[in-house]
């Protein structure tokens, strides 16, 4: 996808574990999707990009990253890949930094999230990330909307298969 722009010659299959997103015929507008490759050709991350605003941009990016994966390593105060990929997206070249962050129970089914609601300097991107019992981060980078908890309810396993090229 042209939002990932990534220059790796390895490209994977498809990932290796479920990724938790909200499923593709429950959205009403465009869908794209990116995996994050390695260069032994394994996936690093699933990256889903809502657009409801009619191809002007995106409302909100998802991303699933399995433990090891390169996305997760960040320096102090740098903004979670998924912000930088909506920012990217966006077209909007802006320094953003994160300013804070804030813990929070949320349930989702029967399971209790403790997800950390990340505060940035760009006041109109809301983003959320919790840890799955998989060790895969899932990070949520909504612009231009809040992300309330009502949100997580609509998060599901969507299968691997789903993302397997061929």
């Known amino acids: 996808m042209s939002f990932l722009r990534r220059n790796r010659a390895a490209t994977p299959a498809g990932p290796d574990?479920?990724?938790?997103?909200?499923?593709?015929?429950?959205?009403?507008?465009?869908?794209?999707?990116?995996?994050?490759?390695?260069?032994?050709?394994?996936?690093?991350?699933?990256?889903?990009?809502?657009?409801?605003?009619?191809?002007?941009?995106?409302?909100?990016?998802?991303g699933n990253l399995p433990e090891g994966s390169p996305a997760r390593e960040l320096t102090e105060g740098q903004v979670p890949f998924e912000v930088a990929q909506l920012l990217d997206a966006l077209e909007n070249d802006e320094d953003v930094e994160v300013t804070g962050t804030e813990d929070c129970p949320v349930m989702q089914g029967d399971n209790l999230l403790i997800v950390r609601k990340i505060k940035l300097s760009e006041?109109?991107?809301?983003?959320?990330?919790?840890?799955?019992?998989?060790?895969?981060?899932?990070?949520?980078?909504?612009?231009d909307r809040p992300i309330t908890d009502d949100l997580y309810a609509l998060l599901k396993p969507l299968p691997a298969e789903l993302f397997q090229q061929g």
């Open 17 to 62: 574990f479920d990724v938790l997103a909200m499923d593709p015929g429950d959205w009403p507008g465009n869908l794209g999707a990116g995996l994050l490759p390695a260069p032994d050709g394994s996936c690093q991350g699933v990256f889903l990009r809502y657009d409801l605003f009619g191809g002007r941009g995106p409302a909100m990016i998802i």
């Open 123 to 143: 006041g109109r991107i809301s983003c959320a990330q919790f840890d799955r019992s998989d060790n895969v981060l899932v990070t949520i980078a909504s612009w």
